[in-house]
Each structure stands twice: as C-alpha cells, then as structure tokens.
C-alpha cells in the first residue's frame, strides 16, 4: 500500500474543517475549565465544609475515566428527559474533567503567594474580590502557567474522545474516510500532522504568554 | 435485571482492567526508568534521540495510538492480539509520562550529591546507582503511585478494541436492557473504588516526603 497523494488531497478539506473543529473544542474547554477550577480552588479556601465537599468532588472526577463520564451524562441525561447536543456534552465533560486537575494547579500557585501580599492588600483597604481580580489572580497565573499548558495539550490530546459521542472532530472523520475507502495511510498520516502542528501551536503561545508574565511582573521579585 | 445483577455483570470486568495495567507496567516502568536516565545522563544528538522516542509515545493521544495499532497495522501486515497492543500502547503511553518524572526527580538533586561522590572516586554509574537513584526514588515514588491511577483510568479504552472490560460490559449490558441510569452509575462506581484508594496512599505518600525532605540544600 503506497501512500497516494490525490487521495490525502481529496479528503484534506473535510479533514481541516475536522481539525478546526477540534482546537475550537480544546480551546474552549481550556478556557472553561481554567475558570471554573480557579473558581473551585477559590470557594475551597472558604471553610472546612467547603475544603472537604470539593476536595472529594474533585478526587471523584479525577480518578474516573473521561470516557466513562462521557457515556454517562451522553446516556444518562436523554434517559432523564434533558436532551443536549454532543457537542455541549463534549465540552461540558472535558471541562469538568479538567477542572478538576487545573484546581490543584491553582492550589499550588496559591500556596506559593508570599502572605505579605495579601496583607498589605488587607491593610491597604482593598475588598476582598479586588483583591482576588488584582493581586492573586496575576500571580497565580504567573505560578501556574507551564502547569495549565500541560493540560491544555492533554485536553487537545483528549479531544478524540468526543467522537465516541459522535463529535465530527479529527479521529471520527478520519476514521469514516478510513472504513468508506480502506485507505488507512492518509487519513491517519494528515490526523497525526495536525496534531503535532496544534501541539506545537499551543506550546509555542503557552511559552510566549510565560514570558509576558516574567517580564511584567518581574520587576516585583526583588 | 436488577442493580445488583447489573453491578456484578460489569464488576466481572475489573479482572481484565487488572490483568491489562499488570501487562501495561511490565512496558512501562522498565521504559520510564532506561529513558529517563538515559535523558538525563546524554547529552547533544543522543539526547535529541532519547528525546523523540520519549515524545513519539508521551504526545501521542493514547486513543489514537489503539486505534493505529490496532486497525491500521493489520493492514500493513502487523496483526497484534488485542491484549499486545492495550500493554503496548497504554505502557509506553504511561512510559513516556513516567520518564519525566524519572529525570525530572534526578534533576531536582542537589549537585553536590554527585560532585561529593565523584570526589571519592566513585565511577559516574557507581554515583548514579549508589547515590542518586536512592535518593530520587523517594521524590518519585508518590508521582508514580498517582500516575497508577491515570493508568486505570486509561484501560477503559481497551473497551474499544473489543476487550470485555468493565467499560465494553457496561455497554453490552445497555444495549440489552435499556437502564443507562443504573449501568453507568455503576460503572463509575467501579472505577471510582479502584482508583480512590490508590489516590488517597499517593497523596499520604506525597504528604509524608514533603515533610521529609527539609535537608538543608
């Protein structure tokens, strides 16, 4: 089997629109799930009740499989009469997944503020959410940066999974060429090409948006 | 069928998620430990070497690696038996993970460690064995036990190469009694009692080794 290049440009079209499709789920998912472990990891701070409920919520997510928790909210949710598109079902499952890790990322990021900060903050007068918006907020983010890109890529990587739920994202399509054809070479060649191309992407920004972060608060270290 | 019978139907499962991660370590823990000592003593080309073998299995979607080895190379004239290719794939996959951590605990020693052994005329591999592995064991070892986990939680993808663990039980039982409710309730229920209590001992471990390490650096 020889790889035919008229083939692989026949389906690159359908291909790049899957591929498009799948960053616009891994770059959306990023988003949610970094707010919504920030949001976590915030409302932990506020009391032993609150640390000990979303410390076991998030273990509970963490060591079930994502495609578990795919089947189950695509499955169990219709079964109960509340009917969302795959897609939503997608997104929600990755960001709920890892949210779950970004939350221990953002703990970590926590801890590592110096608490002279936040007491100069206080004895400042600033109030509480102005003080979480702009003095924990950049710092954490500073701190956790390399560690969020990490998951980024996981969640890029995990993007495939959505086909299972029947997402038309990269694996799904590729696959369909794949069965339609017999021609396994192309489809898969052009999936592994646009992933290392988006790995890429998401590294090279990860690593820029590392550097904004340095060089503008660098000057606070001394 | 009742919650129970669903329950035991799926739980009969859980000995192929075993037997699977039992094969997936025997690739993964020699693979972690070769390539992240390996990345960490060479240097230059060797190096750039050691480092794409790493990153071929580490950046790879591990669904998409199944899916290639087990679909794709039949047809290449490779037929891997379904077990071969989960142990393969989700062992090297794991691998690749694990050698960061390998090179990463190396790395993270203090300097002086092997600039004192190499003073008392250890060779470079006696310094390695007799006083840096030791040492990075410790720092490893909860990384490890949590990466266990994440191992469990990846067998679940052997369902799609037609291997009848807890995951591929629970949706031939939901195609024969329409219960997604119960099914997949269970189904998480089983994964969760695997994996929290491997996750509880890695935290401990985790907890336990950061108090222990206050050697002055």
């Keep these: 089997m020889k790889f035919d290049f008229a083939f692989a440009l026949s389906i690159l079209p359908e291909l790049t629109r899957a591929s498009f499709l799948a960053l616009a789920i891994?770059?959306?998912?990023?988003?949610?799930?970094?707010?919504?472990?920030?949001?976590?990891?915030?409302?932990?701070?506020?009391?032993?009740?609150?640390?000990?409920?979303?410390?076991?919520?998030?273990?509970?997510?963490?060591?079930?499989p994502l495609i578990v928790q795919l089947y189950f909210v695509f499955f169990v949710l219709p079964y109960w009469g509340i009917v969302l598109p795959a897609l939503v079902v997608g997104i929600g499952c990755l960001t709920i997944h890892y949210s779950s890790y970004l939350a221990e990322v953002f703990k970590a990021g926590l801890d590592a503020i110096p608490r002279e900060l936040l007491d100069a903050a206080k004895a400042l007068g600033l109030r509480p959410w102005l003080t979480n918006l702009l003095i924990i907020l950049p710092l954490v983010l500073r701190n956790s940066i390399p560690a969020m890109g990490n998951y980024f890529l996981s969640i890029l990587k995990a993007t495939p999974y959505l086909s299972l739920?029947?997402?038309?994202?990269?694996?799904?399509?590729?696959?369909?060429f794949a069965s339609d054809t017999f021609r396994y070479y192309e489809p898969f060649a052009i999936l592994g090409a646009f992933f290392l191309g988006y790995s890429l992407l998401i590294a090279a920004a990860v690593r820029r948006v590392e550097r904004y972060f340095m060089r503008s608060l660098g000057q606070m270290r001394r | 069928m009742s919650a129970g019978e669903i329950f035991l139907g799926i739980f009969a499962g859980v000995q192929v998620t075993l037997a699977v991660a039992l094969y997936a370590l025997l690739f993964a823990v020699p693979f972690a430990l070769i390539f992240g000592i390996l990345q960490y003593l060479s240097r230059g080309y060797a190096r750039f070497a050691v480092t794409a073998a790493i990153e071929f299995w580490r950046s790879s979607s591990a669904i998409v690696l199944l899916f290639v080895f087990f679909y794709v190379l039949p047809f290449v004239g490779l037929p891997l038996g379904p077990y071969t290719v989960a142990a393969m794939v989700l062992g090297l996959n794991m691998g690749g993970y694990g050698s960061q951590v390998v090179r990463g605990a190396l790395a993270a020693l203090d300097r002086g460690q092997l600039e004192a052994a190499r003073a008392l005329g250890m060779s470079r591999f006696q310094a390695l064995v007799t006083v840096e592995l030791p040492q990075a064991f410790r720092q490893m070892l909860p990384t490890f036990i949590n990466e266990l986990v994440e191992l469990i939680k990846l067998t679940a993808l052997v369902s799609l190469i037609t291997l009848a663990d807890p995951t591929f039980r629970a949706k031939q039982i939901f195609q024969i009694t329409y219960q997604p409710a119960v099914i997949y309730t269970c189904l998480l229920l089983i994964y969760f009692m695997l994996g929290y209590p491997i996750a509880r001992v890695g935290k401990r471990l985790e907890r336990r080794f950061a108090k222990a390490s206050v050697v002055p650096k």
């Design chain 1, 26 to 64: 891994a770059l959306v998912s990023s988003l949610l799930a970094s707010v919504l472990g920030f949001l976590l990891e915030l409302t932990r701070r506020t009391g032993p009740v609150a640390d000990h409920a979303i410390t076991f919520a998030i273990d509970s997510v963490r060591v079930t």
């Design chain 1, 165 to 176: 739920i029947a997402v038309n994202e990269l694996l799904g399509t590729a696959f369909e």
